[in-house]
């Protein structure tokens, strides 16, 4: 069959095109901006990437066109797709119909940890012999790409609670019909389509639906917002995790880099490792339990997770010029970016005591634009020293929602001069955090390149 990909570049559908490649299908697919890491991983497998949306690939003749979510009503190409009356489909049916069909699947599902999540659940069945498919968000550095068929009968999926596509309105797990789904936690996002919390919450409860009597949910024990949604209808095991007290269920004990795991008091395995921060911890403890419902021992599990190597773009360490440390995350929500502070503040030492860090972000996502949530920046980045802002393309005034920071808040509305104000502070042992869901301007390299030419 050959397949017709649109919005291939994306990291979902870049992973589908991924898989449908490695059954046997021949792929081709366009984009509007055909760009690496994605474009290079696609070429390497063989598949043709075309620029932009011409109706002149028509003339492709694919069997199907697959359609992802950020084409709507009015491109060009889908308008002669509709017109001339040919075959298409979405990338979450597409994936449900011819890869996960037959397949344990393990969903993970939350506002924040997905990719993380998902990427050391495979890692955990990959190293205990389990040979898992997957499709994850991101780049899982174990691996080095976004997605395989494996030849096991586990399939790791990061469960993305987005619209499918204009003609396929409900959220894309509902059709991965898992039989393990791990719930890591539930706030308001993607304001640009759920108007508020409850909108999201309902969404989930379709997931619950689609969980069979012996499937296992692995459910955040923390997020009141989880909870609202087991007691709309469950039908499943629950395994909690994180829980507090005599509460049954998975915790950690000890610090999030080297920790006791215990299920229901009992300790069953230890996790030493490099990552830092709780959120990391609890990610562990989702995984694990969700792994152990695939006939993996958490003994196995944990031992497996010492060899984790994270995902790309999750507090990664870009490089070290002139004293100062570089690093990339792909935090934008409010509380991811807390998180990503906390945890590496965890590692430096307390405010004002340790190094210092400077976060460098930018509010890229539709939910961050549309200024939603621009109330909790200066609670997102109470850990930092400084803050720095970049505010292109706002249609909100960053400098008044950072203004309880004080001048300890710097806003600029070019990439470029960001970077200056960042080295007109930036000083030897400094830590800068660059916090965005995008590129953000090439602006780790910038920093980097700049630091080391005025480097003695």
Not at 285 to 299: K, R, T
Not at 319 to 341: C, M, N, Q, S, W
Not at 434 to 442: E, K, R, V
Request: aromatic share 6%; with cysteine; proline share 5%.
């Amino acid at each position: 069959m050959h397949l017709h990909i649109l919005g291939i570049c994306g990291t979902f559908m870049g992973g589908l095109a991924v898989l449908a490649r490695e059954a046997g299908h021949r792929v081709t697919g366009c984009d509007a901006g055909v760009y690496p890491p994605m474009s290079e991983q696609l070429r390497a497998q063989g598949i043709e990437l075309i620029e932009g949306w011409g109706v002149d690939q028509l003339a492709l003749k694919p069997d199907l066109y697959v359609v992802g979510n950020v084409v709507s009503r009015g491109n060009p190409l889908i308008e002669a797709i509709l017109d001339a009356g040919l075959p298409y489909t979405s990338g979450p049916q597409w994936l449900a119909e011819h890869v996960l069909q037959g397949r344990h699947v393990l969903a993970v599902a939350g506002t924040h940890g997905k990719t993380t999540t998902t990427s050391m659940l495979a890692w955990i069945l990959e190293a205990c012999g389990r040979a898992p498919g997957f499709l994850v968000g991101g780049v899982p550095q174990n691996f080095g790409f976004t997605a395989r068929s494996g030849s096991g009968k586990g399939f790791a999926i990061e469960a993305d609670k987005y619209d499918t596509d204009f003609f396929d309105t409900p959220s894309k797990f509902v059709h991965y019909r898992p039989r393990t789904a791990v719930l890591n936690n539930l706030e308001h996002d993607h304001a640009d389509i759920f108007p508020d919390l409850a909108a999201i919450e309902t969404q989930f409860h379709h997931l619950l639906r689609t969980v069979p009597a012996s499937g296992r949910l692995v459910v955040n024990a923390r997020e009141d917002s989880l909870v609202r949604v087991l007691e709309r209808g469950c039908w499943s095991e629950v395994a909690r995790f994180g829980v507090r007290g005599d509460v049954p269920g998975w915790r950690a004990r000890g610090e999030p880099h080297a920790f006791d795991v215990l299920k229901s008091g009992v300790k069953v395995g230890r996790v030493e490792w490099a990552l830092l921060g709780e959120h990391n911890q609890l990610n562990a403890l989702a995984a694990i339990a969700a792994a152990e419902h695939a006939g993996v021992a958490p003994a196995e599990a944990t031992a497996a997770l010492a060899d984790f190597a994270n995902v790309k773009r999750r507090l990664e360490l870009r490089g070290e010029a002139a004293g100062v440390k570089v690093y990339d995350d792909f935090a934008h929500h409010p509380t991811a970016i807390r998180t990503t502070l906390d945890g590496l503040r965890g590692k430096l030492g307390p405010l004002g005591e340790g190094p210092r860090i400077l976060a460098i972000f930018e509010p890229r996502s539709n939910t961050m634009k549309l200024g939603s949530m621009k109330a909790q920046l200066p609670w997102a980045l109470e850990e930092a020293d400084l803050a720095f802002c970049h505010s292109g393309g706002l249609g909100w005034d960053a400098a008044e929602a950072l203004a309880p920071m004080g001048p300890r808040a710097t806003v600029a509305d070019t990439i470029d001069g960001l970077v200056q104000r960042v080295l007109k502070t930036a000083q030897p042992g400094d830590h800068l955090l660059c916090m965005s869901n995008g590129g953000f301007g090439g602006i780790h390299g910038k920093l980097l390149d700049a630091l080391a030419r005025r480097a003695p």
